[in-house]
């Protein structure tokens, strides 16, 4: 039997959302479609733009912008990226030390309802090679 086209859609877009959420790697769509392609092969990449689109509007994923790249992070909980700019690998950071910008809104007077930080250098690895 057929399945209906709306659970097929929606199983889709599940598995989709599976496969970012399986990996730090904070992957391209490219990545992301050669991926789910292992579990529905007959997936079309515009398929998959469209599920990522809808997934980033709904609030399920997170998009970020990598020079001419989109990248996608399943992770949606609050934290903060470093990227390095050698490898292009993009790492979760947590920032401990939050006083200077307790300082900053002191400063300026501000309060400061959000905060996301994009570090870039080299990382370890990078560094040590
Ligand atoms: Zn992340």
Redesign the pocket.
């Given at each position: 039997m057929m399945e209906p086209i709306k659970q097929r859609y929606s199983k889709q877009r599940e598995t989709i959302l599976k496969v970012v959420q399986s990996t730090?790697v904070?992957p391209n769509a490219d990545w992301i479609y050669q991926e789910t392609r292992k579990i529905i092969p007959n997936i079309s990449l515009g398929t998959v733009y469209r599920n990522l689109n809808q997934l980033v509007d709904s609030g399920r994923l997170?998009k970020?912008k990598d020079d001419a790249v989109v990248r996608y992070?399943g992770?949606i909980g609050h934290?903060d990226?470093f990227r390095c700019t050698r490898c292009g690998k993009?790492y979760?950071v947590e920032i401990l030390d939050l006083s200077a910008i307790k300082a900053f809104s002191e400063k300026y007077n501000f309060t400061i309802d959000s905060l996301n930080l994009e570090l870039e250098g080299t990382c370890e690895s990078c560094l040590e090679s």
């Open positions: 730090l904070h997170l970020l992070d992770n934290h990226h993009w979760d």
